[in-house]
């Protein structure tokens, strides 16, 4: 786990990327990542993965166990091609799976 500075950093993070138009703080990202319902942290999962500059280190606020829930019931409506390339990216990377990304790979 991070320590709070780091981890304040990441949710201030995500509040200026995801959260810009709402009245949320980087304490309530906190919250909501470490103790919130599963549907408030899968909302704020979906947010992370539709608006975030940076997935890779915006996720790190979740609990490791909490991730890989949050990935498996993941699912889109809305600019699936790009979040889907994303989601296997970042599983790739978070839990070094070996998933093929159509579109991000070598090309002869």
């Known amino acids: 786990m991070h320590d709070k500075k780091e ?3 990441i949710a201030e993070k ?3 990327d995801c959260y810009w138009d709402y009245n949320f703080t980087a304490d309530s990202v906190i919250d909501i990542a470490g103790k919130g ?10 947010k992370i993965m539709h608006n975030s500059t940076d997935p ?11 991730l890989k829930g949050l990935f498996d019931s993941f699912g889109t409506e809305f600019n ?3 979040v889907g390339m ?3 990216a970042m599983r790739n990377i978070i839990f070094n799976e ?4 159509k579109g991000l790979q070598w090309t002869k």
Do not use: G, P, Q
């Not at 319902?37 to 979906?46: P, T, V």
């Not at 070996?98 to 990304?101: D, E, L």
């Open 98 to 101: 070996k998933n093929a990304v």
């Open 37 to 46: 319902s599963w549907r408030e942290k899968k909302k704020l999962f979906s």
């Open 14 to 16: 995500i509040v200026k």
């Open 7 to 9: 981890l304040y950093e």
């Open 56 to 66: 890779y280190m915006s996720l790190k606020v979740f609990d490791e166990n909490d």
């Open 80 to 82: 699936e091609k790009y």
């Open 86 to 88: 994303m989601t296997l």
